[in-house]
């Protein structure tokens, strides 16, 4: 049963924009909008790191490397996150999934990410 989908990966050039949305099916509807959300990242042969994350009253936090470009943000009525991506860089590639809640979660199934040099 898939719980949060992805989409809006895809390849771009260096400089350019993407915009990442994570919906949430109807079963989990009811704990989207109380739980923080987050957004993260697996470049290629590297270890899952986080991107960024909103909290259910909106907070953002966001990694070093990425503060500045990424904007995370929530709409509860659409019970979607999204990350905007502007500037990217070729180290910006990875396959990027969102989550629900704590740990464990609910995790997507991610979504591709690459950006040429």
């Known amino acids: 049963q898939v719980q949060l989908v992805e989409s809006g990966g895809g390849l771009v050039q260096a400089g350019g924009s993407l915009r990442l949305s994570c919906a949430a099916s109807?079963?989990?509807?009811?704990?989207?909008?109380?739980?923080?959300m987050g957004w993260y990242r697996q470049p290629p042969g590297k270890q899952r790191e986080l991107v960024a994350t909103i909290t259910a009253g909106g907070e953002t936090n966001y990694a070093d490397s990425v503060k500045g470009r990424f904007t995370i943000s929530r709409d509860n009525a659409k019970n979607t996150v999204y990350l905007q991506m502007n500037s990217l860089k070729p180290e910006d590639t990875a396959v990027y999934y969102c989550k629900l809640g704590g740990n464990p979660g609910y995790w997507g199934q991610g979504t591709q990410v690459t950006v040429s040099s």
């Open positions: 109807r079963s989990i509807f009811s704990i989207f909008s109380i739980n923080a």
